[in-house]
């Protein structure tokens, strides 16, 4: 067995290690244009690519101030081409303010035939995309597999192939330079309680890293992108962040390695200030092994959203709305946040 060469460990490391700095995190602006095109259509606007352009270069446009919490991006591939008003591509802008950008590269869910599940496309000439997007200036890549808790669910061949595939994309991912976000996502539906989803995050993570290991992933050049671990949205018996934090770190101290550097937890719905709680609740548990920071986009997103309203007068509100959200949750990643 072997690992990938010193030099590019070291790369890869120092990746990583670059994008869980202390006090910051990652912003995710990855949605398809499905999911973006909601966002448009709630502010009355049309789901064209200049809207969506439009949209983002407010976010990357914001003051400089926001590399303080958010060392990196995560993009959708149309956003990796695009330029801002005076025709400076985005991609430049961002790592001129020394933000790292990375890139959504799956494919998005497709059904498992015959079950109520799902697993993740995109592992075809994953390899070349990976080398094209490394060119353009990424330096990580994201692919996301959710697990829907029910009755049932996630089955045994769910969570397997989830795992299989995770660890391809990883693999695939280092063998171009890039380091893989790999993020299984236990979804917050269904009215299951904490307990139940501390268990089945704590099956899946198990297995996700059995087979990053059977595929020779380099782990410390990976960050994990997990759910935190809280009862399903619709469960009576709600959780205090502390109990959220308690479970969650349980579930991960007994699944993740000590050799991951970091890791960096999906909103998956989640209000944003209960997303920030969370977080800071997490990090006053002092125990654990890797840096515990945020990889949001409805987090950070919603209120930005909501004061812009797809209106150019609104701008500077909206950016100033990313900032404080970016830096309540760097304060968060610190267990420093205080309401
Ligand atoms: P949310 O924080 O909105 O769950 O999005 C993060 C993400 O990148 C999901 O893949």
Redesign the pocket.
Known sequence: FSYPNLELQEELKRTAEAIVAPGKGIL?V?ENNEGIGKLLAGVDLENTEENRRRYRQMLFTSDEMLSNNISAV?LFEETLYQKTDDGILFMDLLRKKNIIPGVKVDKDVVPLHLTEEYTTQGLDNLAERCAAYKKLGCRFA?W?CPLKIGERSPSVQAIEDASHVLARYASICQSEGLVPIV?P?VLLDGNHDIVRSQKVTEVVLASVYKALSDHHVFLEGTLLKPNMVTPGQQCVKRSTPEEIASATVTALLRTVPVAVPGITF????LSEEDATLNLNAINQISKAPWRLTF?????LQASVWKSWAGKDENIGKAQKELLQRAQANGLASLGKYVT
Request: hydrophobic share 25%.
């Open positions: 995710a990855d995560i994201k996301r993020e996502d999906l909103s998956g719905g990889s949001y986009g409805r987090a």
